[in-house]
Structures are given as structure tokens and as C-alpha cells.
């Protein structure tokens, strides 16, 4: 059973910054690819950021320069620094892993970032 679970979110004025972890178990985080989803009502799911087992990144163009997806292997721990954040970046933010056999895409609860003017 994989389970992910976020943590870090909540109530930022625009510019300022915060931190989300996302705890996996299941043994799938040393193989598998993580990300961070984000989601706003109305709006289609976003790939904010992801980082594979072997280090690299890939950031959507929107949040390039602002945000930093980093892993802790021996925590089996993926975060996500958002920095100068605006109000557009308001949305649930969802952690995945992509792996396992067979490879599937799994996701944690979402928590909530909202960022105020």
C-alpha cells in the first residue's frame, strides 16, 4: 500500500513563502518519479513540479524561478519551497508518486495553499 501524505499549507500574503512536504511509504518513493499537483475550482489540474529518483526536475513555466522540488531519500520525503507567491498560486496542492508494478500514479489528500493580497 502506498500512502502520501502533505503537509505545509495554508495562509500566505502574496510574496511571502511556504514549504510543503509530502511523506511516502510503500517503499515506492526510492523508484518512483514524485510531483506536486495543484488544483483551483474551475480550473484544470496544473503539473506544478516533479523530480525523479535520480534527481531531476522539470517545473511548469508558470512557477519557474519561484519554486524548488527537492527529495530526502533517507526521509522518503519530497517538498516544495514556494517562494514569492502569488495569488494566482492558490489552488489544493497534491503530491504524487509514479511507479510500482505496474506503474500507476498515485496521490496524497491535497492540502490547501492560499495566498492573500
Known amino acids: 500500500q502506498v500512502h502520501l501524505v502533505e503537509s505545509g499549507g495554508g495562509l500566505v500574503q502574496a510574496g511571502g513563502s511556504l514549504r510543503l512536504s509530502c511523506a511516502a511509504s510503500?517503499?515506492?518513493?526510492?523508484?518512483?518519479?514524485m510531483g506536486w499537483y495543484r488544483q483551483s475550482p474551475g480550473k484544470q489540474r496544473e503539473l506544478v513540479a516533479s523530480?525523479?529518483?535520480?534527481?531531476?526536475?522539470n517545473y511548469a513555466d508558470s512557477v519557474k524561478g519561484r519554486f524548488t522540488i527537492s527529495g530526502d531519500n533517507a526521509k522518503n520525503t519530497v517538498y516544495l519551497q514556494m517562494n514569492s507567491l502569488k495569488l494566482e498560486d492558490t489552488a489544493v496542492y497534491y503530491c504524487?508518486?509514479?511507479?510500482?508494478?505496474?506503474?500507476?500514479?498515485?496521490w496524497g489528500q491535497g492540502t490547501q495553499v492560499t495566498v492573500s493580497s
Open positions: 504524487t508518486a509514479y511507479g510500482g508494478l505496474p506503474p500507476r500514479v498515485y
Open positions: 523530480i525523479t529518483s535520480g534527481g531531476s526536475t
Open positions: 510503500g517503499s515506492i518513493f526510492s523508484r518512483s518519479t
